[in-house]
């Protein structure tokens, strides 16, 4: 194992000394104990599965505990300062001065009622910005650094009016306003197309470079790390087990969990050979010239697809390409658009409040975000067992025995049916969102980024999940991924959206090795830039 001194000589500029944290109420050791340093200008990525504790140590370094759980031993100095002892108003004056954040979810770090140029002002102004003219210079000042238009009409934009990822620019024009020296990002780049993550990683390493700034960069996405971060430490039940440069990733690791991470990872060079699926004439879902709308503004333009039964389709494109609406458009969720979509060759009603229960339970939808389908209140077994009874009809005593069926289907246990969707990891909690959706019985399956924010080797249990299910089943689906890796391995055919309008579709290798269009050829380009090893 490398030390960080063999890495990036350097004083060190956060030293973590012995840090346990543990569950305020049971005990139970989340991080049992870790010790590091961080010399200035480096960008360290956090590595490992989800409950591996990525999370719970950045955000120790502002020097909060999340609730329920309290900090056991060790100690934390940022900048010389105890973190973990400081009292409250010097921790205040620290946050988002000399230390700041970037959360994973950036729309829920904004205020929504704000105008992003005045809540990006009141920051300015907490840490003592006063001057008005000076605040509006350094606004313009910091749209510029993150790509975005330095313009009065932009920064009076709210949240809900920019793209996913200039609301992830914003958070990090924000946390880079007051120049601090070390940035911890959760998760920044989840969700977000190949080509915006690139921007976002390439316009970290810059303000990290110019500012002289530290990031701790939590990330499920090792390919992201091993490309431009400067050292991995890789955690496993909130232990380090493996701290390597990021360059020598592949070849340095010594832990076998390290190297199953890095084995799961999805490759351009290989797919499943079961994935196409065997040749069938019947269409399972049909678009025909759907332009779909927002209010006056047109998202989508005479998109025509054709997916047959049992066969799975990738939508693949940047953010705000059309892709979920779209997915929304042939679940029902979206009923503004002209044209027709049809499941199993017959037309169905735009809005799902017109259409037969039949057909609601025809075609199911599979979140990127689980919790989108969850009840937090329900045990999770009788969530999937509602979904059973609403849909098909199904007594309390077989929806039950079909939610048990289920639920083993996807990797869970007997055990997990009364538990509450936050006692669940995220791999878990998506395992329950695709048991609810079978347990309609459909034909067509919508999966919307359903891996984004899983690590790596959840990320392939599941598509493994979801090829068997594919085949035993004979499912339709249509996936919506940023990953052009995945896209590969899970889907037969692979369609490009851009601006709304399909530029390229067909066979998934040939379209992600021989791109056509130029637009293509920048997605490969951009994914092939992240696709380290291969």
């Not at 989800?50 to 934390?76: E, H, M, N, Q, Y």
């Not at 007051?178 to 959760?186: A, C, F, K, N």
């Not at 005593?397 to 007997?414: D, F, I, N, P, Y």
């Not at 919506?480 to 037969?492: E, K």
């Amino acid at each position: 194992m490398s030390s960080a001194a063999d890495i990036a000589p350097g004083p060190a500029l956060v030293t973590i000394d012995g840090l346990r944290v543990v569950v305020s109420a049971t005990g139970e050791t989340i991080l049992p104990s870790v010790s590091c340093a961080i010399p200035a200008g480096q960008i360290v990525g956090l590595a490992g599965e989800t409950g591996s504790g990525k999370s719970t140590l950045g955000l120790s370094l502002l020097g909060f505990t999340p609730p329920g759980l309290r900090v056991a031993d060790g100690s934390i100095e940022v900048l010389g300062h105890p973190m973990l002892t400081l009292p409250a108003a010097q921790l205040r004056e620290l946050r988002g001065g000399a230390v700041s954040y970037v959360p994973q979810d950036p729309a829920a770090a904004l205020n929504p009622a704000l105008r992003v140029g005045d809540f990006m002002a009141e920051v300015l102004a907490a840490h003592g910005v006063s001057d008005r003219e000076v605040r509006q210079e350094r606004i313009a000042e910091l749209f510029a650094a993150v790509g975005l238009p330095d313009t009065a009409g932009f920064a009076r934009r709210y949240p809900h009016e920019l793209s996913g990822g200039q609301q992830q620019r914003v958070a990090i024009a924000i946390a880079f306003a007051l120049e601090p020296r070390l940035v911890v990002m959760d998760e920044p780049t989840t969700g977000l197309d190949v080509s915006t993550t690139l921007a976002v990683v390439d316009l970290v390493r810059r303000l990290s470079h110019d500012a002289g700034a530290s990031v701790v960069f939590v990330s499920h996405d090792l390919r992201l790390l091993m490309t431009f971060a400067d050292r991995i430490l890789v955690l496993l039940q909130g232990e380090v087990v493996d701290d390597v440069a990021a360059g020598r990733f592949a070849d340095e690791i010594t832990h076998p969990y390290s190297r199953r991470l890095l084995a799961s990872l999805p490759r351009t060079d290989r797919r499943s050979p079961r994935v196409a699926g065997p040749e069938r004439p019947a269409i399972g879902l049909e678009l025909a010239a759907v332009s779909a709308r927002y209010g006056s503004t047109v998202v989508t333009h005479d998109v025509n697809l054709r997916v047959a039964v049992g066969e799975c389709v990738a939508l693949v494109g940047e953010s705000g390409s059309g892709k979920t609406t779209l997915a929304r458009c042939v679940a029902g969720f979206h009923d503004d658009y002209d044209g027709d979509v049809a499941l199993m060759d017959k037309a169905v009603p735009r809005s799902l409040t017109r259409r037969s229960a039949a057909e609601r339970a025809t075609v199911q939808y599979v979140f990127q975000n689980p919790d989108a389908s969850l009840n937090p209140r329900r045990g999770v077994g009788e969530s999937v067992a509602l979904a059973a009874r609403q849909t098909r009809g199904l007594s309390r005593r077989e929806s039950r025995a079909e939610a048990l069926r289920l639920l083993e289907r996807v990797g869970l246990r007997r055990d997990h049916l009364g538990a509450l969707p936050h006692e669940l990891s995220g791999g878990q909690r998506q395992r329950i969102a695709l048991a609810r959706a079978l347990a309609a019985d459909p034909d067509v399956l919508v999966c919307d980024e359903v891996t984004s924010s899983l690590d790596v080797s959840v990320q392939a249990e599941i598509v493994r999940l979801l090829q068997e299910l594919q085949w035993e089943r004979g499912l339709t689906m249509l996936f919506i991924t940023h990953d052009l890796a995945l896209a590969q391995v899970i889907a037969a055919r692979t369609v490009v959206l851009l601006h709304g309008e399909v530029v390229e579709q067909g066979d998934s290798r040939t379209v992600l090795h021989d791109p056509q269009h130029d637009y293509t050829r920048t997605l490969v380009e951009a994914a092939r830039a992240t696709h380290v090893g291969e």
